[in-house]
């Protein structure tokens, strides 16, 4: 009976004395440890002398469906050195859970809710499993703080929709995560640097972030001779913004007209026009071209959004800055002055936009993959409320 159950526990280290229940759903054996001696946390002197047991309770995986308990006979010794009495240990066991089912909590904890882990493996959820998880994650996050990171992605992430913000800092040669740090000011991104110290930060070449300047602050301070790339998807955003604005005025019909109040065909094609050129069939072109046709604006619009679409799909910074020449001409025809406000990020951010070509293309991009899944980890803990739990967990999706 033993030798079977042995077998069956691959427990290294440890021996079954019995089974105490078996039934449908529920499964107890009493186990002891293999080794005859205990070392004494006192004095360091090796102890035999057994003093009393102790039946402590651990949990295990499930067995066939079956909730597993080990009592373990748990031996206080006596050392015969100073005297005084401990509690052995051993490795197989930690803090009434095995190290097995531990691992197992801390990896249902990536793909369930940690209600659901602890309901699947009926444990305590706070005091054991986010325990173990925090645990993890804390090891994990020092562990590849620990490796110097060439290229750093920085970008912030809401706890809760459009809520709390953190800010998530990751490397952009492995694509991990580094860390997950409340708020999203200067502040936040300077304890990052502080606690990774001068040498980690020296070796940073490269760092994107979007256009905050809080962020912006931090990173000129800390990492003064990186280069500083703005992420060429946040730019691309405010791009768009100029032709959005040029649509909506010319979409506008007069109030005394029968509703919609807009042209419909104008608004169909929002998010045609801004596309890439590159990126067009046929159908759609033709499509806009009809629309470029009946609003010549539309047209110069539509040009300059793609000049700036151009400096980043250029070969090199000459390319970019030609670009960038064509786009200055158009809006020089004061056709567009929706326009505004892209020339004023251009002129502030300039130097950090087209750092994107002197920085092997440097982009957000593999932040996009780790946005994808924290968001599917709110929804799958139903939203955070607590900083560390969601870094935690944060940690170990990505
Ligand atoms: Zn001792």
Do not use: C, F, K, M
């Given at each position: 009976m033993s030798d079977v159950m042995s077998v069956r526990l691959h427990l290294s280290g440890v021996r079954v004395r019995g089974v105490l229940v078996d039934s449908v759903d529920r499964l107890e054996v009493e186990v002891e440890s293999t080794r005859e001696w205990s070392r004494c946390p006192h004095c360091g002197f090796r102890c035999y002398k057994v003093w009393d047991r102790r039946g402590k309770r651990v949990r295990d995986l499930e067995v066939s469906g079956r909730r597993a308990t080990l009592v373990w006979r748990r031996r206080r010794f006596c050392c015969g050195n100073c005297g005084e009495r401990h509690l052995e240990d051993h490795d197989q066991f930690q803090a009434g859970l095995t190290r097995r089912l531990a691992r197992r909590l801390v990896a249902d904890a990536r793909v369930m809710s940690i209600r659901a882990a602890s309901r699947h493996h009926g444990?305590?959820?706070?005091?054991?499993i986010l325990g173990l998880v925090r645990a993890h994650s804390a090891r994990v996050a020092q562990r590849r703080r620990a490796r110097p990171c060439r290229v750093l992605l920085v970008d912030e992430t809401s706890i809760r929709r459009r809520h709390r913000y953190v800010t998530v800092v990751a490397c952009g040669?492995?694509?991990?995560?580094?860390a997950m740090i409340p708020g999203r000011t200067k502040g936040s991104l300077t304890r990052f640097f502080r606690d990774q110290g001068a040498w980690w930060c020296r070796q940073v070449e490269i760092v994107v972030s979007d256009g905050s300047r809080s962020y912006q602050a931090a990173i000129s301070q800390y990492l003064p001779d990186a280069v500083h790339v703005l992420d060429r998807f946040h730019v691309a955003r405010w791009f768009t913004e100029g032709l959005t604005l040029v649509r909506r005025e010319i979409q506008r019909r007069p109030a005394?007209?029968?509703?919609?109040?807009?042209e419909p065909d104008l608004f169909r094609a929002r998010f045609t026009l801004l596309r890439r050129a590159d990126h067009l069939s046929d159908g759609h072109q033709a499509h806009l071209d009809r629309l470029f046709d009946a609003h010549p604006r539309l047209r110069t619009a539509w040009d300059a959004l793609q000049e700036l679409y151009r400096i980043y799909e250029a070969d090199d910074l000459d390319g970019a800055n030609e670009a960038l020449g064509r786009f200055a001409d158009l809006y020089a025809t004061g056709?567009?002055?929706?326009y505004r406000e892209i020339v004023d990020t251009i002129i502030a951010w300039g130097k950090e936009i087209l750092a994107y070509h002197s920085s092997?293309?440097?982009?957000?991009g593999p932040l996009e993959g780790i946005n994808n899944l924290l968001q599917v980890l709110r929804r799958v803990a139903h939203g955070f409320t607590n900083y560390g739990n969601y870094a935690a967990r944060g940690l170990l999706v990505t």
């Open positions: 444990v305590g959820w706070h005091r054991n040669d492995t694509g991990e995560v580094l005394d007209q029968r509703p919609p109040t807009y056709q567009i002055p929706e092997r293309r440097a982009s957000n």
